[in-house]
């Protein structure tokens, strides 16, 4: 078994307005930054998942991604994985 | 001047309890899903800036992702340069 760390990014998607990214965004003249725009807010998951191969653990998080983390109306969601690691040493030590 | 659009990506730290991660990992054998662990759940916001150099452009986001989308004594901020795009057209034309 090999363990699989993802990242799964979910963002709101272009045509849906973003009021955490608009509230930034109209916060950011206080901090004296006037030169930003397009500021938008979603959550990143990380999670790790153990399997077989890469293709089903794959499978999993992005069935997670769409079903769990976010909300395909008004969000798009994107899986990276980031690290693999199997649990058999290779190098013969146990 | 040019457009910087970068990613910051906001994740409780490591010795911080996380309790969206650990709700989200509890009710994932409910979806059938029982080989996943290590969920964390943080933030990722993505802004543009204008500035004449990238190096002024990331200063402005570090300080940013320090001051104001992060809280630095429970979560790390990590900021990634994705696109930038200047605003005078290279092939001579207008």
Redesign the interface.
Known sequence: MTSF?FVV???PKEAILDPQ?RA??Q??PH?G?T?????????????????AGETEARE?VE??AH???SNPLIETASVELVDATSSIATDGRP
Request: proline share 0%.
């Open positions: 760390r990014s979910v963002m990214g930034v965004e916060s950011l901090l930054v030169t930003a725009s397009g500021v938008r807010v979603g959550r990143r998951v990380e999670l790790t998942l153990e399997a999993t069935r997670l079903e769990l983390f």
